[in-house]
DNA sequence: TATGAATGAGGCTTCATTCAT
DNA sequence: CATGAATGAAGCCTCATTCAT
């Protein structure tokens, strides 16, 4: 797992002078030059270990899903060992603090998802972290709803609600700053969660609680 | 009430020449010549009508809310006068159909919020839209929740998570196709409501439902 | 001699227009648009009045050449009988207040002087105007001379140098305002020209009147 | 003093395009591709090394600058000790020549006149020059006076005067070409300075040197 | 006369990418 | 590896001029 040879080095340098500017300028606007002025390197060299420019950006959408499933890994071991825990640990690592506890990171993180719509390259491995992350969900959920007791059914759609909360929170966090209460997401997510598991049916003749 | 001059029609005809074309290609990679061929004018004649290209966009976003808005009211005219159904019929006008029942229309409003990120005036009718927005949830729920008997708490952050699951559902359905279930964020999210009203603790002695 | 035709009213206006739009921008930025605006009619219009941008500027040459003109007579009609007098009148007209007392005025003028340069048809208009101004300067200076008792040589040069020196202070003027005293070009010309005259030699063993 | 680096070269290459190219079209309608033809490179590249065409201009300011004193420098080298000849030295580089010997220069020269009146960053240079050369005017008229026995009076209007006859006869040669007499300016202009130091008084009851 | 829509050319600038050194 | 010069293609915008009404 021989990391960081120095062209490792600077491809992430690069990697994370496109976060930069990007955070600030947005994606079309980011130049190379931009690109390599963040990274302290010359324009030229940037093409020496990337392709193009898009080739940047799909590593920048590796690394920070890899920024955040690492922070989920940190909050699951810090966490108690109880179902309900361990998912309100993913919540935590995933709106807590956001992608990369960076604002940075969000900022990137949105202008990403918005263009995965048009870019099949970035969409692709935006999808794959997206597909990843809604399986953990799934997981958690679905280790909840088995520890308390409840059918285990409808679960593709509460985790899909999940996620979509948690992509509508960064966009609001930074499209919009200061519409929304200061940390409202992760306490009421969790609000939300519970409500939802509580909804679910219970497995055997027990009533549900609505 | 004279609506659609000549200079309106025009007017109307390149914000949703800009709508095609962005849905297509992101708002940078829409350029004037592309938005004019999907107008059928002539590229000069686009900036005889809009300052510059920013100004469409901004128009764009006025026209997509005023969608939106509208799809709302009717909702709310067809729907049941129960305080509930009126909260659904906002579910599902914002969610059931997305803005203008229209993916082109829901794949600009993502790259629009993406883009007020870092374009202030782009971020102000945006947000000026999304805080009219907030304003009706939390009008629906408050009603909701005085008609149950339930306390009437929290209900910034209710209303919050709400618009962030909307906004994100958006998301999801444009940059990661077919990941999440067709149809699932109206119903779930309906779902997700009632477990949340139904964890706010009744108003006089009654026993909440948890 | 009937002025004032309504066409002549529009056309002033139009020419009045482009002064106030050129001293702002210079001639190459005064577009037609701000032209119409600046006169209060519509841009269709001003090509009614005018073949082309050019011929508006060729017609504010002869315009501003007219006004310094008229104060010229105005200033002779009210200064003193003496040759002397006379060309003071003279300078006073023509620098004491530059073309039109107009600070507008004297930068179209400055910008006038560049054009002329490089238009033709500019050019031939605005030599007219030098040319004859030169003719009265050679007149004035030749007045003098002759009731002072010089010999009447190098009446050319002079006069070239007195326009020069005109021509000079509008372009100090408004290139580098403040760098040169307040006032200063009138006063200070008249000096020049009499220690050039005096300069000139009798006529025949006649003292000087200074 | 490693002077012409490549970039360095390159600069000086295009602002000379500059140069010819302003003489013959003047400043806005000398394009960034003619510029880019007269220096026999690629239009793209001269934004490499100016970052707009201002720039370009504000440098061609500066080099003419430099070339006119540069030959003032040369000519007080070559002219005796006097403070007369010395005076005479100035003259004679400042118009005997023009700005650069180069009838383009001096077309130029005009173009900047009216250019610095709207553009704030080419009025800066050009007054930057103008100042100097003005101090120089008054250090050298002062030297005369002196050394003559006149009071030392009024200098700032003389020298104005003269710097304006300078400016003003650069705009007669180019924009009214044979209007004036050949080479009428260097002799005249220096006969007219005799006259006006020799209007100034004495300082003690001397007499005038001529 | 008057309006303002329409045309089409061209200008400045930005930029990804390539290449010589 | 590294530098930064060079290329050429767009892109946005401005504008004089024409034209239908």
Redesign the interface.
């Known amino acids: 797992m021989g990391r960081a040879s120095k062209g490792e080095e600077r491809r992430a340098q690069i990697i994370l002078a496109l976060q930069d500017v990007m955070a600030?300028?947005?994606?079309?606007?980011a130049s190379i030059k931009s690109i390599a002025q963040a990274a302290s390197i010359n324009p030229g060299l940037v093409h020496h270990y990337f392709g193009n420019k898009q080739e940047i950006l799909v590593s920048l959408v590796e690394d920070l899903g890899q920024r955040l499933h690492t922070r989920y890994i940190q909050q699951i071991e810090e966490s108690e060992d109880a179902p309900r825990a361990r998912l309100f640990a993913f919540i935590d690592a995933y709106v807590g603090l956001g992608p990369g506890a960076d604002p940075k990171a969000v900022?990137c993180w949105?202008?990403i998802?918005?263009?995965?719509?048009?870019q099949p390259e970035v969409?692709e491995t935006?999808?794959r972290f997206?597909?990843d992350t809604?399986e953990q969900i799934k997981l958690r959920l679905t280790e909840v709803l088995a520890d308390e007791g409840r059918q285990i059914t409808?679960i593709?759609?509460?985790a899909?609600?999940l996620?979509?909360?948690?992509?509508?929170?960064y966009?609001?966090a930074?499209?919009?700053p200061g519409?929304?209460?200061q940390g409202?997401?992760s306490?009421?997510?969790k609000?939300?969660i519970?409500?939802?598991i509580?909804?679910q049916p219970l497995r055997e003749g027990k009533e549900s609680?609505?």
Chains 1, 2, 3, 4 share one sequence.
């Open positions: 600030e300028k947005g994606y079309e606007r900022a949105v202008s998802g918005a263009e995965a719509i048009r969409r935006f999808m997206m597909r809604l409808n593709e759609a509460l899909s609600v996620l979509a909360s948690i992509e509508g929170s966009t609001l930074m499209a919009v519409l929304t209460p409202y997401a306490p009421t997510l609000q939300m519970v409500g939802l509580e909804q609680s609505t």
